[in-house]
Antibody, heavy 120, light 110 residues
Framework: QVQLVQSGAEVKKPGASVKVSCKAS????????IHWVRQAPGQRLEWMGW????????KYSQKFQGRVTITSDTSATTAYMELSSLRSEDTAVYFC?????????????WGQGTLVTVSS | QSALTQPASVSGSPGQSITISCTGT?????????VSWYQEYPGKAPKLMIY???KRPSGVSNRFSGSRSGNTASLTISGLQAEDEADYYC??????????FGGGTKLTVL
């Protein structure tokens, strides 16, 4: 069965960076895309960007452009999201989700979420 | 890019039907039939309920249905059950390999 398993909770200081991983299993990793979506406490879902796991192409939301980097390791069937220059407003649960590799139709499987807390 | 507009909350009694709207623009909902809906319980990951505006994934109850007209998509839940109480989010393809989510709607089953 398809599974996306994310790394554990992180606590970071303002200005630092965080890297969250998303380990995929149960399907051919390179034939889908992985997206990152975050949700601040009590707030809405917010799309951050995605990577085509087959060719490594990426696309980022304008809001996070320059601060977020999404990568993948096909041999490890794992995607990564690194967010830099953290501030308190980045405190949120970060989800990875799977979609089709070309046109983003929908997110059919999600990771369990990783809480990132930014606090001095 | 602002969020798609959803009502903050809706409510209904068991057995009733409710509809949640999702209003976008001609650049997203109005241009693509690629609208999806997600159900989210507190502390859990979102679950896909509707894709391509009106299609239901395998395993999702047929009490859930979706539609799209112009710049607005809608999610209808018929025969409300207590277990439907959750947050619901719409999501639309917005061109240039980007997507946008709605603001979310809290459904209360009275």
């Amino acid at each position: 069965q398809v599974q996306l398993v994310q790394s554990g909770a992180e606590v970071k200081k303002p200005g630092a960076s965080v890297k969250v991983s998303c380990k995929a299993s149960g399907y051919t990793f390179s034939t889908y895309a992985i997206h990152w979506v975050r949700q601040a406490p009590g707030q809405r879902l917010e799309w951050m960007g995605w990577i085509n796991a087959g060719n490594g192409d990426t696309k980022y939301s304008q809001k996070f452009q320059g601060r977020v980097t999404i990568t993948s390791d096909t041999s490890a069937t794992t995607a990564y999201m690194e967010l830099s220059s953290l501030r308190s407003e980045d405190t949120a649960v970060y989800f990875c989700a799977r979609s089709q590799p070309v046109v983003i139709q929908y997110f059919d499987y999600w990771g369990q979420g990783t809480l990132v807390t930014v606090s001095s | 890019q602002s969020a798609l507009t959803q009502p903050a909350s809706v409510s209904g009694s068991p057995g009733q039907s409710i509809t949640i709207s999702c209003t976008g623009t001609s650049s997203d909902v109005g241009s693509y039939n690629l609208v999806s809906w997600y159900q989210e319980y507190p502390g859990k990951a979102p679950k896909l309920m509707i894709y391509e505006a009106s299609k239901r994934p395998s395993g999702v109850s047929n009490r859930f249905s979706g539609s799209r007209s112009g710049n607005t998509a809608s999610l209808t839940i018929s025969g409300l059950q207590a277990e439907d109480e959750a947050d619901y989010y719409c999501c639309s393809y917005a061109g240039s390999s980007t997507v946008i989510f709605g603001g979310g709607t809290k459904l209360t089953v009275l």
